[in-house]
C-alpha cells in the first residue's frame, strides 16, 4: 500500500471511531425523517462520507453536527420522495421494523400522521418532541431561528395528536391479541376474528404494485370481515404461514410467509382491546431488510 494509501485507511478508521457509536441514533432519526430502512442508510452512510471529509478536531459535539448533517440530507431527500409518493400505486405505508428496541413512541400510525406534516414540521417534532433536543439546536439544523422552530413543532403536533395512543398498551396484551387474529384470519373463524375488530376498524395494504393488495384503504367491521372472509379461503387454500410474532413500527403483529414465498408483516393498533387499525406490507421491495 501507498503511504496515501496507509494515510486514508487510517483517516478512515479515526473517522469511523467516532462515527460508528453514533450509527444507531443517527439511523433511527434518518428513518423517522423518511420511513425507508434503505434510504436512511444510504443517508447515513452518505453522513460518515462526509464525516470523512471534515476537520474532526474542530467539531466539539460530533453528535449534534451529524444528527444536524442526517437532518439536512433528509430534508433534501423527502422533497424527491414527496414526488414518487404522488405516483405511488395504493396505499403507502413506511417500511416495516421488526422488534425494534424503541426508544420512543413513534408508532406506525404517528408515521403515517407525519407524513402528512411540511419536512420542516416534521424535523421539528422529531427532534425536540421525540429526540429531545434543544430548540436552539433544532432551528440551527433547520436553519430558522428559535420562535419559529416552536411554530413548527406546535403546529406538528396538533396535526398528530390524534396520532398518539391514549392508553399504553400492555405488550403481552397486545401480542395475545396479535395471536388471536392470526388464528382467527387463517383458519376462516369469522365469529373469533369479529369479535376482536373495533366497529370503526380500517384496514391498509401496500403493496406498491409489485403484489395484489386492496387500492384503497378498507373501512368499516362489516367489510373489513367481509374481505378477511375471502382471504381465508385462499388461506387455506394454497397456505400461510406464521414466521415470528412481536412488534412492528410500536404495534403488535406478526410476519407470515405467504403462498407467493415472499414475507408479509400485518401490525394491529389497538385501542381498549379492539383492534382499530390493520397495516398490511405486501411490497417485497420494502421487506428486502427481513431476508
Known amino acids: 500500500m501507498t503511504p496515501e494509501g496507509i494515510r486514508s485507511a487510517v483517516d478512515a478508521a479515526d473517522a469511523a471511531v467516532s462515527f460508528d457509536p453514533l450509527r444507531p441514533l443517527l439511523t433511527r432519526v434518518a428513518y423517522r425523517m423518511l420511513g425507508s430502512v434503505a434510504d436512511a442508510e444510504d443517508v447515513v452512510q452518505d453522513a460518515f462520507i462526509r464525516w470523512l471529509g471534515t476537520d474532526r478536531s474542530e467539531v466539539r459535539e460530533p453528535a449534534a453536527f451529524l444528527r444536524r448533517t442526517v437532518t439536512r440530507l433528509c430534508l ?11 405516483t405511488y400505486v395504493g396505499p403507502w405505508l413506511p417500511d416495516p421494523l421488526v422488534e425494534e428496541e424503541e426508544e420512543d413512541d413513534v408508532s406506525l400510525p404517528l408515521m403515517l400522521a407525519l407524513e402528512r406534516l411540511s ?45 398518539r395512543p391514549r392508553y399504553k398498551l400492555e405488550k403481552e396484551q397486545g401480542l395475545q391479541i396479535a395471536n388471536a387474529f392470526f388464528a382467527a ?8 376474528l369479529g369479535a376482536l375488530l373495533a366497529a370503526d376498524v380500517g384496514m391498509w395494504a401496500d403493496g406498491g404494485g409489485k403484489r395484489p393488495a386492496a387500492m384503497e384503504p378498507i373501512l368499516g367491521h362489516d367489510i373489513v370481515l ?30 407470515t410467509r405467504e403462498a407467493d414465498g415472499e414475507f408479509q408483516t400485518t401490525a394491529l393498533e389497538i385501542e381498549d382491546g379492539k383492534v382499530t387499525g390493520i397495516y398490511v406490507m405486501r411490497n417485497p421491495d420494502k421487506l428486502k431488510h427481513m431476508h
Open 185 to 192: 384470519s387463517r383458519s376462516g373463524d369469522m365469529g373469533a
Open 226 to 255: 367481509k374481505l378477511h372472509r375471502s382471504l381465508a379461503v385462499l388461506f387455506g387454500k394454497y397456505g400461510s404461514t406464521l414466521v415470528h410474532t412481536g412488534t412492528i413500527n410500536g404495534l403488535p403483529g406478526f410476519v
Open 119 to 163: 419536512p420542516l414540521e416534521r424535523a421539528a417534532f422529531l427532534l425536540h418532541d421525540v429526540f429531545g433536543v434543544e430548540f436552539e439546536e433544532v432551528a440551527k439544523t433547520i436553519d430558522r431561528d428559535p420562535a419559529a422552530t416552536r411554530q413548527l413543532a406546535a403546529r406538528a403536533r396538533t396535526h398528530v395528536r390524534d396520532a
Open 76 to 86: 433534501d431527500q423527502i422533497k424527491s420522495a414527496r414526488h414518487s409518493r404522488e
